[in-house]
Every structure is written in structure tokens, then in C-alpha cells.
């Protein structure tokens, strides 16, 4: 209705270096009266909007003569003489024919669309053979895949050679990623980041010339490897090969259940990444924003996981300076990257008693839900879902843990990554750029500047300081921010004076770095207090599940958690009045219950 009130203006159908302005306006009035005319309007319809399309809206010439026909049979074979859906597809098809799987998408959205709101005379039978499973979920999938960018740029419109590979198996046995080995082109870019960032070699090349695959060793599955879950291969994946263990569905199930009340936590890294997906620069922090739009698709309350990052630095700051007092054990490991307790499991068995018995900002959160809102689901009925959104693919794998399952279900229902979210804003038609702003729930929505600095590498790390610190002037945080906590160095070291006692701390990001720094402890040549590890480059903002981006990206997201950090309200997490409220009601006790656990136990 608002396209057809507009006199004379031009209206720009998505791409304009493939589609031309259509003026609408001046035939505003007569293309709304055929909506209302029925199917006896068919003949009075066409002419204004078949005719020829192809040629009206300057399709290049190459590809004229198979794009009319399309616009032409597409509409009148899909829409089985319905008029208002042959309008719709009419001024769809013609700006988005030329990306075949968009046009999927496109045709898909509307079949599924009149499926559950048209009436009796709409026969989808008569449309469900045409679309075969595998275009589906190629449409939805790929739309953002790399190796299509690549292929519009250049021009590649057609599969020159067939694919006459046999089909292999699927691999669905890890918690954090999928792995379709049918769709690898064997670029070895996820061989390369396994070993030479993460130091994992999981995957490598088998055989030779045309029988050459990209696989685990033994061609084991994901599940039955040493697969640590971080899911850097994914996020080079050009092809989707190797990508995100995708839990959206589950998502919407949950959020239209009314038996189920949604409660959303939202990562510290996700606030300054989810914003490049709708234009917005990165590193802006969007926290509001991501409020706003959670609400409109459906979610009941969100939080802010900077609260249980609150919790989480009391008590390991506490740990830490009690093992100051009884000497040890030393080092002792930040316990925040699931992946990186994964790899200790796996590796190096005898440094998990050196792990932070604090559970993890998420999981910690997800224990105060549960304890929380138990009586209330008593009271009405319903039960609390607890959905995490994530920068991380190993957090799916640490929800699944069984030390975080308790009654039956875990204490995290689901996490969804930053990319998940993405995709399921755009299902909504939510333009985050355009919403308004709308803070976190409270209580549990309160978080500090030492909270939201754990995204980025070394913000564990200077969190347990600024707590552990005795001088709390502005003056002591500004010396801290100039050490080496903060930085981009794979492996930096930084020296501190504690109550007379001088600490040495380390901070690495990269699972290949922890491995050497590691090596240089048990050969003698180092020693540390403490060490924050984050297994991926640059820390959580470079985590895999976020929107692609180099590191010149990542460091700015880094930059735009920093930035957060010096507006908060307050910069220690002893000063958030509703942590230190909870855990002084909940005492030393129920403290240990629901805040900590033991690995390897």
C-alpha cells in the first residue's frame, strides 16, 4: 500500500547494478484496483506487468532470452492464478532472477507463506515436487556463502564439469559443527587453520590425485577425534562444507511454544560484531539495539551474560588470591574457553586441577536462572528456556557437558552463535539499524566494564586484577590498561605487585601458542601465577561463530569492547550492587553448588 501511494517516485528493487528504476507511481492507482478485481483481472494484469519485463528493466543482453521466460512461466505456474501472489513474485523475480539461489529463497518464503494463511483454492501440492529438498536447503544455507560471492564477481554462472564423486556420509557427531564432505572443493584452508593456528591437525588431506579428500585421520568422525569443537575450519569454509551446527529451528520452536518462557543471555563480543551483518560499522556496541529486536521476535526477557562475568570474576579472583596464600597449585588457568578445557582433556590431562574451579560466565548465569525462576515456573505452568547467544561454536559443546546437566537438562537449553542470530533476524525482516533502543531486563541485566572486557584477549585476565588490586583509584586502573594485558601478541607477559608479592601472569589466544607456552613450563623456562588462554585469535571477537572478518575487523570489535568498558557505569565487579546482593544470599555454601565445578572429576 505504501509502494502504491507514492506519485512518481522510483523505487530501486534491491540491486542496482542489475535493475533498473521502475516508476510505479503513475499507474499507482490502476495496478491497485486489478488487487481487488480477482482472477477475472488476469488478462488486464498482464500487460502491464509481463509484457516485455526482461527488456523494461534492462537485463543484460547475454542473459535476456532465459530470464523473460522465467519471469513469464515462473509467476503463472506458481501462483495457479492467485493474483495478489503474482504481484509479489512479479516484482521480485525480475531483482533477484539472476542469483538462482535467492530466487529459492524467494519462492520458498512464499510457498510456505500461503501454505499456513491462503485458503482452501491455493494447492501447494501442485508446487512441493518442483522444489526439491536439497534446493531448499541450499537456498536458506548459502545465500551468504563465500564461494557464491566469488562466483557472482566473475562472472560464473553455470557448472561447467558434473560432479560424478561418490556421496559420502554426512557427520553430525559433533556438538559445535556439521561437516557435509560432498560440498569440499578441497581448497585445505580448514587443514590449514587446524594445524597452523590451532596446532590441532584434525584434518589433513587422503589419497591422491582424483581421489584426493580432505578428513580426520582414518576418516574417523568429528566426534571421535580430538576435535576440540572451536570451529576456526568452519569459519574459512567457503564452500559450507564445514559449518556452524545450525540450531535455529529449535530456537523458533522454543520462542512459539506458550508453555515455554525464552530467556535470552547475550556474550560481551556478540554486542560489537552482530551490527556488520546490517551495515553498521565494526566494533559499534549494539546491546540495545539486539534487545529491541529479540523482543519483537518473540523472546519474553533478556539479559546480559556481563553479569554472570560479574560472578564469574569474584570468585576466580578470589580462588586466585587464595591459592597466593597456600602456594599453589600454580599456574592456575582462566576457565572461560570450553574449547581450551576440551584441549587440557584431550593433551594434557594433568594440568585440569590447575583450571579455575568457576564455571563459565555462561554456564554460571544459567545457574542462577535456573535456581531463580524455579518457583515461578511452578507457579504458572511454564517452563524457563534459557537460550544463549554466543560468539563461540564450543560453547554448543560446553552445554552439553554432562557436568552441566542436572535433573535431566542443561542448564543452557541452547546456544545460538552470532551468525545464527543473524539469520534468524532476517527470517523476522528485522533491520537492527533502524530499531529503537531498549536496555537488558533487570535484575540480571547490570553488568561492569571488567565484565564486558572478557571478549577480548586478555580481558579475563585483567579482570581478576582490577579485583585483586588493592588500590582501586582511577590511577591503578589507568597503569593496568597500559601493561600488556592488553594487546594483540599471541603470547605477552606482564609482571604486577600484589600486597608486596610480585605476580607473573601471561596471556595467549591461539591453541597452537598455549601449546608452546606450555612446553617452555614444563621445560623450566617460565613460570606464572596466572594464564588466561582463549583459543581463538584475538579472543572471543574472533570467535567462529561471528560474522566473517579479518583481523583488522576483529581489532576493532576489541576496540569497541574497550570503548564500553571506559563508559561503564562502574569498572569492577565488586561495585555491581546485584551480584554482591546474590552472592551474599546465597553464602559460601550454595555458592560452591552453583557456581563452580571440578573438570576431570
Not at 230 to 254: E, F, L
Not at 375 to 389: C, M, Q, S, V
Amino acid at each position: 500500500e505504501h509502494l502504491f501511494h507514492l506519485p512518481g517516485q522510483a523505487v530501486d528493487l534491491v540491486d542496482e547494478e542489475h535493475v533498473a528504476l521502475l516508476q510505479v507511481g503513475q499507474q499507482g492507482g490502476q495496478i491497485a484496483g486489478l488487487l481487488d478485481g480477482g482472477a477475472a483481472r488476469d488478462a488486464d494484469l498482464d500487460p502491464h506487468l509481463v509484457g516485455d519485463d526482461a527488456r523494461q528493466r534492462r537485463f543484460a543482453q547475454s542473459r535476456r532470452a532465459v530470464e523473460q521466460h522465467m519471469i513469464q512461466c515462473v509467476p503463472t505456474l506458481f501462483c495457479c492464478g492467485n493474483i495478489d501472489l503474482q504481484v509479489l513474485l512479479y516484482l521480485g523475480l525480475t531483482d533477484i532472477i539472476v542469483q538462482t539461489l535467492r530466487t529459492q529463497c524467494f519462492l520458498d518464503l512464499f510457498i510456505f507463506l500461503r501454505q499456513i494463511r491462503l485458503d482452501d483454492s491455493w494447492h501447494v501440492a501442485s508446487i512441493l515436487p518442483l522444489i526439491t529438498l536439497q534446493q531448499v536447503k541450499k537456498a536458506w544455507r548459502f545465500c551468504a556463502c563465500r564461494l557464491q560471492e566469488l562466483a557472482q564477481r566473475f562472472g560464473v554462472r553455470h557448472i561447467r564439469f558434473p560432479n560424478k564423486r561418490p556421496r559420502r556420509e554426512k557427520d553430525y557427531t559433533s556438538d559445535a559443527i556439521f561437516r557435509d564432505p560432498n560440498k569440499c572443493i578441497l581448497c585445505g584452508d580448514c587443514v590449514r587453520v587446524c594445524e597452523e593456528l590451532q596446532g590441532q591437525g584434525i584434518l589433513n588431506f587422503a589419497f591422491r590425485g582424483s581421489e584426493l579428500q580432505v578428513m580426520p585421520a582414518f576418516d574417523k568422525k568429528l566426534g571421535e577425534t580430538k576435535c576440540v569443537g572451536c570451529g576456526q575450519c568452519a569459519a574459512v569454509c567457503t564452500t559450507g562444507a564445514i559449518t556452524v551446527n545450525d540450531q535455529i529451528g529449535t530456537a523458533w520452536a522454543a520462542i512459539h511454544d506458550p508453555k515455554k518462557r525464552v530467556v535470552v543471555q547475550i556474550a560481551p563480543a556478540v554486542r560489537v560484531a552482530v551490527g556488520e551483518a546490517f551495515g553498521i560499522p565494526a566494533g559499534v556496541n549494539v546491546i540495545d539495539k539486539m534487545t529491541t529486536a529479540l523482543k519483537l521476535m518473540g523472546v519474553d526477557e533478556v539479559y546480559d551474560t556481563n553479569f554472570g562475568a560479574d560472578m564469574t570474576t569474584i570468585s576466580e579472583a578470589e580462588e586466585f588470591l587464595q591459592r597466593l596464600k597456600n602456594g599453589g597449585p600454580f599456574p592456575m588457568f582462566t576457565s572461560c574457553c570450553p574449547a581450551w578445557v576440551r584441549y587440557l582433556e584431550f593433551n594434557a590431562p594433568k594440568y585440569l586441577k590447575h583450571i579455575s574451579t568457576c564455571k563459565s560466565p555462561m554456564e554460571m548465569f544459567a545457574a542462577v536462572i535456573r535456581d531463580k525462576y524455579a518457583e515461578k515456573d511452578a507457579a504458572d505452568g511454564r517452563t524457563t528456556y534459557n537460550i544463549a547467544i554466543m560468539p563461540c561454536t564450543a560453547k554448543k559443546m560446553e552445554a552439553a557437558r554432562p557436568e552441566f546437566v542436572h535433573n535431566g537438562r542443561p542448564d543452557v537449553d541452547l546456544v545460538l552463535t552470532t551468525r545464527e542470530l543473524v539469520d534468524m533476524m532476517r527470517e523476522t525482516g528485522v533491520q537492527l539499524d533502524e530499531l529503537e533502543l531498549e536496555s537488558p531486563d533487570l535484575p540480571f541485566g547490570l553488568g561492569s566494564g571488567a565484565a564486558v572486557i572478557y571478549g577480548v584477549t586478555g580481558g579475563v585476565a585483567e579482570a581478576v586484577v582490577r579485583h585483586c588490586l588493592p588500590d582501586k583509584s582511577k590511577n591503578a586502573l589507568r597503569a593496568v590498561r597500559v601493561t600488556d594485558l592488553r594487546g594483540d601478541g599471541s603470547i605477552r607477559h606482564v609482571e604486577l605487585n600484589v600486597d608486596g608479592q610480585e605476580l607473573r601472569i601471561a596471556v595467549v589466544n591461539g591453541l597452537i601458542h598455549a601449546k608452546e607456552l606450555i612446553a617452555d613450563i614444563e621445560a623450566g623456562k617460565c613460570f606464572y601465577h596466572l594464564i588466561e588462554v582463549m583459543t581463538c585469535q584475538g579472543g572471543c571477537v574472533g570467535g567462529a561463530g561471528q560474522p566473517y572478518g579479518l583481523s583488522n575487523v576483529k581489532k576493532k570489535r576489541g576496540e569497541g569492547l574497550y570503548a564500553a568498558d571506559a563508559s561503564a557505569m562502574f569498572k569492577r565487579a565488586e561495585k555491581n550492587p546485584i551480584v554482591t546482593s546474590l552472592l551474599r544470599e546465597y553464602g559460601e555454601e550454595k555458592c560452591h553448588a552453583l557456581l563452580h565445578v571440578h573438570y576431570g572429576e
